[in-house]
């Protein structure tokens, strides 16, 4: 395998050597796979140069979604270090965190899903651009009683508990720790909050370029999973756990710079560019926001992965009265009904689930959206109403599309989608859907105990 030669020793051994002073004596070498899954491996800090030459090994056919064979160069998949990301985690002494890039046969592994996000980023910045994007993971802490999932509080039962002031300082010892071991790890912690569901909260960390936030989202992972487990808890990002309640979202707050540093420019702030959505979005805010209407069924596939994403992404009475999911493809002004918010220079994209790939979805937004500026598309009139109240013939007159209502017909428009196909490429894009078939197929065929209770004895 060829080394690239953009580490130099004496760069390497500075790094090492403060490292250590941290007390740092071993590498969690990590990366995502197409789940979205953290995985890696330890490695003694005395090879970090060699981890960033070269890369540390795994066995690629091991891995979820590379597709890759069984035998000859192209069956290791190396995880190449980028310097940039090492980070001491505080939660686990004695171990930084470098992130790496999938490199198959000395080259990148273009079923890498950072390598994925990747491209997105450089098509930006052909252009001189960057995307900004604030990540809000939501996520459970559950527990296991009788071989059956709970909130870990029994006593968090409120029908409205959303912000929460009895559970949520019932948790204040693992919350605090999480909180204390995400900023010593380098993120600036906004606010924590309880959640509306049982059992469910969420962690607000400040917006960063795309592939530092969903780089951000993956230590926000390891970090949540570790320490609730110590607490004696699961922190769980399955979207929706109770069939009563609502389910976990990952919103994302986006916007697109010119340029980078203090002199960057907004480029959908409407108040500077004459934007028409209320004064939020610029003219191309405006085109890239169409885009990812446009695309927005075969976004769900990244953005909504799994079959139980579909519980979430339903329209209907929830414990505390809503869902708090989008199920229609509009958008509107600070309106938290519709699939994008638009607020002043940014838009919410609140499609993602906390089950989804961070890079797979993000680059998809940005392909999707790239497309709506090249294309020059409109997304049609804002929509003030709430589109959970709004009648059926309403939104049928105003053209207002549904989203896919299962992991099927996601996966179905995914394929159909040539832009966003195109960026996830091709051995990337067979691998993925091939396995969301096989876990469709699968859901299918299971019979559950409702049906069994519905149906055994009813003819």
Known sequence: ??????????????????????????????FTDLHGVAKGKFVPLAQLRSVLLHGAGFSGPSIAGTGLPRTGPRSDY?????????????????VARIVGDGFVDGAPF??????????????????????????????????????????????????????????????????????EALQAAGLDVLQIDHEDAHGQY?????????????????????????????????????????????????????????????????????????????????????????????????????????????????????????????????????NRSALLRTLPGRFEWRLPDASANPYLMLA???AAGLDGIERALDPGPACEDDLFELPAASRQERGIGVLPQSLAEAVAALRADRVVASALGETLMREFTALKHDEWLAYARHVSDWERQRYAAAF
């Open 364 to 366: 998809g937004l940005v």
């Open 202 to 334: 969420e962690v607000n960390f400040a917006h960063a370029d795309v592939l530092a936030s969903a780089d951000r989202l993956m230590l926000f992972k390891l970090a949540a999973h570790t320490l609730a487990e110590r607490h004696g808890m699961v922190s769980s990002m399955m979207p929706k756990p109770f069939a009563d309640q609502p389910g976990s979202g990952m919103h994302c707050h986006v916007s697109l710079w010119d340029g980078e540093g203090p002199d960057a420019r907004c480029l959908f702030d409407g108040a500077a560019d004459g934007g028409t959505d209320g004064g939020h979005l610029s003219p191309l805010g405006r085109q890239f926001l169409a885009g990812v209407l446009l695309h927005s069924a075969a976004l769900c596939a990244l953005a909504a992965p799994t079959v139980n994403s579909y519980k979430r992404l339903t329209v209907g009475e929830s414990l505390s009265g809503t869902t708090w999911a989008p199920a229609y493809v509009a958008y509107g002004p600070n």
């Open 110 to 179: 273009e079923a890498c899903p950072r390598q994925v996000l990747r491209r997105a980023v450089a098509r930006l910045a052909q252009r001189g651009w960057t995307l900004q994007v604030g990540i809000e993971p939501e996520f459970f802490l559950l527990k296991t009683v009788d071989g059956r999932w709970h909130p870990a509080d029994d006593a968090d039962r409120l029908d409205k508990p959303s912000y929460d002031l009895k559970s949520l300082p019932r948790q204040l010892p693992f919350l605090h720790q999480l909180r």
């Open 1 to 30: 395998m060829a080394p690239t030669p953009a580490v130099a020793a004496a760069d390497t051994e500075a790094l090492q050597a403060q490292l250590a002073v941290q007390g740092v004596h071993t590498l969690l070498v990590q």
């Open 78 to 94: 190396w995880a190449r270090g980028d310097a940039g990301t090492l980070q001491a985690l505080p939660w686990m002494p004695g």
